[in-house]
């Protein structure tokens, strides 16, 4: 295959694989790894499959068929958060690289409320670095210059040389801001779409806070902390045990759903819980 029709992938860890870069043109496989975040319930999704659903259900096929018609080969993660901790997207991520296997070249951090609507959007191979598909040219909601959130694709090897994501942001928001002065600290240049003429009309948000109610409060400690960069902890740190891995369909298109039990240690982040 030719850098230009190669099926990108987005990865997990693996050092057999950090040689299986563009370059090489040995037919191997090669999967889109979807890092999905939010509280899902795996019964509820069991049971809801069929049916009409809420953002879970409308991306998995959506992603699936988006994915397909561009000759993507895929593997979607749904990264459930089981535990009592508050929710921790930055811990999540760098738990579904860390399980996602060793087939795959590169990583989408994906929220699982946005669709991307232009299929001009490029999911490709991001050789050249860290590439912001969701950018605040065309995202309906964020639109400042540092801003990484939403959808961004990164080779395994871009990750760890950034240590993947700081494990310190219980409670929403924040973790985005950081892991974008890390991208800056490894020496690594965000790239963003050109040439796409659609604005703000470019995805569409399926965010619905009857649904998905986020925790946003900041309790004192946290305040102070929110904006320093974590110069030690990510990847090398995250801790974790994994209660069930299950394939799931939905709608005809298949994903695996990982139910995970973060831990926290409350001497450091004592923000972690309700209390």
């Known amino acids: 295959l030719t850098p230009d029709t190669r099926f990108p992938s987005l990865c997990p860890r693996s050092p057999p694989l950090l040689g299986l870069l563009p370059g090489r043109f040995s037919v191997f496989p090669l999967f889109f790894l979807a890092l999905l975040l939010g ?9 809801s499959c069929s049916g009409e659903g809420p953002e879970l259900l409308t991306f998995v096929p959506y992603m699936h068929r988006f994915l397909s018609k561009k000759r993507i080969r895929h593997q979607i993660f749904i990264l459930n958060q089981v535990d009592h901790f508050r929710f921790n997207r930055a811990s999540l991520i760098n738990v579904g690289f860390l399980e996602s296997g060793n087939d795959t070249d590169y990583i989408a951090m994906h929220d699982v409320d946005l669709l991307p609507l232009n299929e001009q959007l490029d999911y490709s191979f991001p050789e050249a670095g860290p590439f912001h598909v969701a950018s ?10 540092t801003y990484v959130g939403g959808i961004l694709l990164l080779t395994k090897q871009h990750y760890e040389m950034c240590n993947g994501m700081s494990n310190r942001f219980w409670g929403w928001g924040r973790e985005d801001d950081e892991f974008y002065r890390r991208i800056k600290g490894a020496g690594l240049q965000v790239r963003r779409p050109s040439g796409i003429t659609t604005g703000y009309e470019t995805f569409q948000h399926l965010h619905d806070p009857a649904w998905r109610k986020r925790d946003q409060k900041r309790i004192a400690a946290q305040k102070q902390e929110q904006f320093k960069v974590d110069r030690e902890g990510g990847l090398n740190n995250v801790r974790y045990r994994i209660e069930s891995r299950t394939a799931v369909n939905v709608a005809g298109a298949p ?6 039990l973060l ?8 923000w972690c819980t309700f209390g």
């Open 136 to 145: 605040p040219e065309l995202h309906p909601l964020y639109h400042y210059k």
């Open 263 to 270: 831990d926290c240690d409350t001497s450091e982040t004592p």
């Open 255 to 260: 994903c695996t759903v990982l139910n995970i």
């Open 39 to 47: 509280f899902v319930s795996l019964l509820w999704l069991q049971l």
